[in-house]
């Protein structure tokens, strides 16, 4: 029997349990992040073998598209293969050019700049508003110029952006609307699903994100006249996908485009967690109300803040953070979370002040909320499978603190 044959039929043979219990080791040290197996996906990957289809667009391709484009209440889904490659088609689709500029957080992870930069136009970076860590609408704006094509908004931690308020000066000016929910899927704005509050939005199930598959993404449209150009731009700039419908005898090079469409096992694996969403985010929004809970004294006690966010949104209990109280003070915190065996990183380096950022963007406006929240936040360990291991987060978290401030250091 060829040994993959065998390995199917040994991982048929166990449990959904016994799978998980194979693939996910312990170890005594909490890290940020852990990936878990939640479903069905390793079963999903022998099915998507044995269905002969290893390229994308196949079964599960299909499927992952159709749950996200319901859970993003959006026209249409399309899954790629991350969340920067559906901001590379979103930048496509809003058709920038070299002069054009797109207004943006700061404080995002680069994908969001690179995207506009590799369309040769010119990222303009604004300031944060401190209540939510999203865009202030006021410094959009501010910033908006006859140049402006589009506004990329980040849903920072899960929590979107004040979406009407960018709506209210997009729409004026013909501007495109992008969000960037690489962490927001399951959020709501004002009751409506992020991923469906702009034109379009950009998704990310790399390892650290919700609901996962290693790498990957989805791109939603929620205006029918962009689908079929998104389509073509997923498949290198050809009609593949018209003619795997039936609607042309063969497919040919028609637009712009590149290879942003992940395979099959990927699509599998992801599906197996798109099943789950709803535990995966209950489970992470209890985690989130227990942070919040155990660490309620800490703004009051020890001047350390706590996420904040406007009651117009519900978050997906993607991220937690901490903002310290000074930069040298995290520091601190951080490394003695790691002597005792819990990972706490920081977040985003401001682009504005990255050397990419300087080179291919400008800032618009100063960026002092960008700056001294860049400096001071942390993120605590959050994942599926924390439930036995937040207490022991929490109290160490807790212990730090008060050592750091009996011993002065660093405030
Ligand atoms: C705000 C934001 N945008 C874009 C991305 C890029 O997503 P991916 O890692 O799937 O390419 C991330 C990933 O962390 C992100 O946090």
């Given at each position: 029997?060829?040994?993959?044959?065998?390995?199917?039929?040994?991982?048929?043979?166990?449990?959904?349990?016994?799978?998980?219990?194979?693939?996910?080791?312990?170890n005594?040290?909490?890290?940020?992040?852990?990936?878990?197996?939640?479903?069905?996906?390793?079963?999903?990957?022998?099915?998507a073998?044995?269905?002969?289809?290893?390229?994308?667009?196949?079964?599960?391709?299909?499927?992952?598209?159709?749950?996200?484009?319901?859970?993003?209440?959006?026209?249409?889904?399309?899954?790629?293969?991350?969340?920067?490659?559906?901001?590379?088609?979103?930048?496509?689709?809003?058709?920038?050019?070299p002069?054009?500029?797109?207004?943006?957080?700061?404080?995002?992870?680069?994908?969001?700049?690179?995207?506009?930069?590799?369309?040769?136009?010119?990222?303009?970076?604004?300031?944060?508003?401190?209540?939510?860590?999203?865009?202030?609408?006021?410094?959009?704006?501010?910033?908006?110029?006859?140049?402006?094509?589009?506004?990329?908004?980040?849903?920072?931690?899960?929590?979107?952006?004040?979406?009407?308020?960018?709506?209210?000066?997009?729409?004026?000016?013909?501007?495109?609307?992008?969000?960037?929910?690489?962490?927001?899927?399951?959020?709501?704005?004002?009751?409506?699903?992020?991923?469906?509050?702009?034109?379009?939005?950009?998704?990310?199930?790399?390892?650290?994100?919700?609901?996962?598959?290693?790498?990957?993404g989805?791109?939603?449209?929620?205006?029918?006249?962009?689908?079929?150009?998104?389509?073509?731009?997923?498949?290198?700039?050809?009609?593949?996908?018209q003619?795997?419908?039936g609607?042309?005898?063969?497919?040919?090079?028609?637009?712009?485009?590149?290879?942003?469409?992940?395979?099959?096992?990927?699509?599998?694996?992801?599906?197996?967690?798109?099943?789950?969403?709803?535990?995966?985010?209950?489970?992470?929004?209890?985690?989130?109300?227990?942070?919040l809970?155990?660490?309620?004294?800490?703004p009051?006690?020890?001047?350390?803040?706590?996420?904040?966010?406007?009651?117009?949104?519900?978050?997906?209990?993607?991220?937690?953070?901490?903002?310290?109280?000074?930069?040298?003070?995290?520091?601190?915190?951080?490394?003695?979370?790691?002597?005792?065996?819990?990972?706490?990183?920081?977040?985003?380096?401001?682009?504005?002040?990255?050397?990419?950022?300087?080179r291919?963007?400008?800032?618009?406006?100063?960026?002092?909320?960008?700056?001294?929240?860049?400096?001071?936040?942390?993120?605590?360990?959050?994942?599926?499978?924390?439930?036995?291991?937040?207490?022991?987060?929490?109290?160490?978290?807790?212990r730090?603190v008060?050592?750091?401030?009996?011993?002065?250091?660093a405030?």
């Open positions: 029997m060829p040994q993959n044959s065998s390995v199917r039929v040994q991982l048929n043979r166990l449990s959904v349990e016994e799978q998980h219990a194979v693939a996910a080791p312990r005594a040290s909490i890290p940020f992040n852990r990936p878990s197996l939640v479903g069905r996906e390793l079963n999903n990957i022998v099915e073998i044995e269905r002969g289809q290893l390229s994308g667009d196949g079964h599960f391709t299909a499927e992952c598209n159709a749950i996200i484009a319901r859970l993003a209440g959006s026209a249409s889904a399309l899954l790629t293969h991350s969340g920067t490659a559906a901001l590379e088609m979103a930048a496509i689709l809003c058709d920038l050019k002069g054009d500029e797109v207004i943006l957080p700061s404080f995002t992870f680069v994908s969001t700049a690179n995207a506009v930069v590799l369309r040769g136009a010119t990222p303009v970076f604004v300031d944060i508003d401190p209540a939510t860590l999203n865009l202030n609408p006021a410094r959009v704006a501010e910033a908006v110029t006859p140049r402006t094509r589009a506004i990329f908004a980040v849903h920072y931690a899960g929590f979107p952006a004040d979406m009407d308020a960018l709506a209210d000066i997009a729409s004026p000016r013909d501007l495109l609307l992008v969000e960037d929910a690489a962490q927001a899927l399951g959020s709501t704005y004002k009751g409506r699903p992020a991923g469906s509050l702009g034109d379009m939005g950009a998704f990310s199930f790399h390892e650290t994100k919700n609901i996962l598959s290693g790498e990957g989805a791109l939603t449209l929620n205006t029918s006249d962009l689908v079929d150009r998104a389509r073509i731009i997923r498949e290198k700039g050809t009609n593949r996908s003619f795997i419908d609607l042309v005898d063969k497919y040919t090079w028609v637009d712009l485009g590149s290879s942003y469409l992940p395979g099959e096992l990927i699509a599998a694996f992801l599906h197996g967690q798109l099943e789950q969403v709803g535990e995966i985010t209950r489970r992470r929004r209890r985690l989130f109300d227990r942070y809970e155990g660490l309620a004294i800490l009051a006690r020890h001047g350390i803040g706590l996420p904040r966010w406007s009651p117009a949104v519900r978050g997906n209990g993607h991220m937690f953070y901490l903002l310290l109280r000074s930069a040298a003070q995290r520091s601190a915190f951080i490394a003695a979370m790691r002597e005792e065996g819990i990972g706490t990183p920081f977040h985003y380096v401001p682009l504005h002040s990255s050397p990419g950022g300087q291919f963007g400008r800032s618009a406006g100063a960026m002092e909320h960008t700056d001294r929240t860049a400096e001071r936040l942390v993120r605590l360990p959050m994942f599926f499978d924390l439930e036995d291991e937040i207490e022991r987060v929490l109290d160490t978290c807790l730090v008060t050592r750091l401030d009996r011993s002065g250091a405030c």
